[in-house]
């Protein structure tokens, strides 16, 4: 466990200040020690990796100043759904310790990654999480833009590869087009970045995106393997791939070649739609990718005039088939016109409206994921251990 409280050899205690160089030692001019405040912040626990915050060595620098407190959370996502309820929950951990009169808590994040390091061809990015669904015409695209933005929203770095061969359309979705494209390093190429992502899409390759590509299925899995491996991503906590509908040669070539996280499964309520997430799920199960969750989109509309809702496409369907299949269910978005014309103009209802029902359903999605994610990153790291 890798608590920093030590002092270095070479400084000298104020009198003022102090830092205790053990568990035991108390701090100058208070009975406060380092062991009270790890004991009062075991009590507080992450509620998606069900252990307290000093056992999963997310308590550092911790310092006693007199009466003051002061230490860092650092989280495992910068997306933490519950980031403010543990800042909360461990300050007031803390201020009940007898002498203790103020508490200062400085809250980071390091993104888990899922540990496959030298495996993968895009070793530096942490995780890759696909989005996928059984068919057309459920929003996915629209889905993997927001997402990816809201992550980035949150203080995450964050990639986004159009996987959708045949429909390349996140270029325009993102307000990009070739002539964004940085100049390549070496035979790397370098995606530009829109809204704090990272972008690639065949988009900014083809002459003409409106001519139709007529590729057989090798010639795709090759487009898929190459925007993977031969794009310059860095650095990177997530990256979000846009897979076609279907279950077809893309999924089969990302599943093949890189170590897939998560994948998330977008529908729309309708039974005809549900039956298809069905075949994508157990597609994701054959490939043994692990499902972070079902994303029901196009919910219902809310009446701009009268605020009634309205169920256009029945309502619901996305979280029965999560509870009939065993997943989690990541959220809802219900339908807005400004998502369509976000998509047409480039900008995500995230960025356009940042304040709206549906950029907030977003943002909440988005962070759902990350922590499903986390927790499935420490149980591999704890299988790992194990084993």
Same mark, same amino acid.
């Given at each position: 466990?890798? =608590?920093?409280w030590?002092?270095?050899p070479?400084?000298?205690?104020?009198?003022?200040?102090?830092?205790?160089?053990?568990?035991?030692?108390?701090s100058s001019?208070?009975?406060?020690t380092?062991?009270?405040?790890?004991?009062?912040?075991?009590?507080?626990k992450?509620?998606?990796l069900?252990?307290d915050?000093?056992?999963?060595?997310?308590i550092?620098?911790?310092?006693i100043n007199?009466?003051?407190?002061?230490? /860092?959370?650092?989280l495992t996502?910068?997306?933490c759904?519950?980031k403010s309820?543990?800042e909360?929950?461990a300050?007031?951990?803390?201020?009940?310790?007898?002498?203790?009169?103020?508490v200062?808590v400085?809250?980071t994040?390091?993104?888990?990654?899922?540990?496959?390091g030298?495996?993968?061809?895009?070793?530096?990015?942490?995780?890759?999480?696909?989005?996928?669904?059984?068919k057309?015409?459920?929003?996915?695209? /629209?889905?993997?833009?927001?997402?990816?933005?809201?992550?980035a929203?949150?203080?995450?770095?964050?990639?986004l590869l159009?996987?959708d &061969?045949?429909?390349?359309?996140l270029?325009m979705?993102?307000?990009?087009?070739?002539?964004?494209?940085?100049?390549?390093?070496?035979?790397?190429?370098?995606?530009?970045?829109r809204?704090g992502v990272?972008?690639i899409s065949?988009?900014?390759?083809?002459?003409?995106t409106s /001519?139709?590509l007529v590729w057989?299925?090798?010639?795709?899995g090759?487009?898929v393997?190459?925007l993977l491996?031969?794009? +310059?991503?860095g650095?990177?906590?997530?990256?979000?791939?846009?897979?076609?509908?279907?279950?077809?040669?893309?999924?089969l /070539? =990302?599943a093949?070649?890189?170590?897939?996280s998560?994948?998330?499964?977008?529908?729309?309520?309708?039974?005809?739609? =549900? =039956?298809?997430?069905?075949?994508?799920l157990?597609m994701?199960?054959?490939v043994?990718?692990p499902?972070?969750?079902?994303?029901?989109?196009?919910?219902?509309? +809310?009446?701009?005039?009268c605020? +009634?809702?309205?169920?256009?496409?029945?309502?619901?369907?996305?979280?029965?088939?999560?509870?009939q299949?065993?997943?989690?269910?990541l959220g809802?978005?219900?339908?807005n016109?400004e998502i369509? &014309?976000?998509?047409?103009?480039?900008?995500?209802?995230i960025?356009s409206?940042?304040?709206?029902a549906?950029a907030k359903?977003?943002m909440?999605?988005?962070?759902?994921?990350?922590?499903r994610l986390?927790a499935?990153?420490?149980e591999?790291s704890?299988l790992?251990?194990?084993n």
């Open positions: 466990m890798s =608590l920093f030590s002092k270095k070479s400084e000298e205690k104020k009198p003022s200040e102090e830092k205790s160089s053990g568990a035991g030692e108390k001019g208070s009975g406060v380092q062991a009270q405040v790890l004991a009062a912040l075991s009590k507080v992450d509620p998606d069900h252990r915050l000093v056992s999963l060595n997310m550092k620098e911790v310092s007199h009466s003051k407190v002061s230490f /860092t959370i650092e996502t910068p997306a759904p519950v309820k543990l909360r929950e300050r007031e951990a803390v201020m009940q310790i007898p002498g203790v009169t103020d200062d400085k809250m994040s390091k993104v888990q990654s899922a540990g496959f030298d495996h993968s061809p895009v070793p530096r990015v942490k995780n890759i999480v696909a989005v996928g669904s059984g057309g015409g459920v929003g996915k695209s /629209t889905v993997s833009v927001n997402l990816a933005v809201a992550l929203e949150c203080g995450a770095s964050v990639g159009d996987a &061969i045949y429909g390349p359309s270029a979705m993102m307000g990009a087009s070739s002539k964004d494209l940085p100049p390549s390093h070496g035979s790397k190429m370098i995606p530009p970045t809204y990272k972008l065949l988009g900014f390759i083809l002459p003409d /001519t139709p057989r299925g090798p010639m795709v090759k487009a393997d190459q491996s031969d794009v +310059e991503w650095e990177l906590d997530y990256l979000i791939v846009d897979l076609p509908p279907g279950t077809g040669d893309a999924q /070539t =990302l093949q070649r890189v170590p897939v998560g994948a998330v499964v977008v529908t729309t309520p309708q039974d005809v739609a =549900l =039956l298809d997430v069905i075949k994508a157990n994701f199960r054959k043994n990718i499902i972070l969750g079902i994303i029901e989109n196009m919910s219902y509309l +809310e009446c701009p005039h605020h +009634e809702r309205v169920e256009i496409f029945k309502y619901g369907g996305g979280r029965r088939a999560s509870e299949q065993g997943v989690p269910f809802e978005i219900s339908i016109p369509p &014309i976000g998509s047409d103009t480039g900008i995500p209802i960025k409206h940042p304040d709206s549906q359903q977003f909440e999605i988005a962070q759902a994921m990350a922590a986390s499935l990153n420490y591999r704890t790992k251990i194990i």
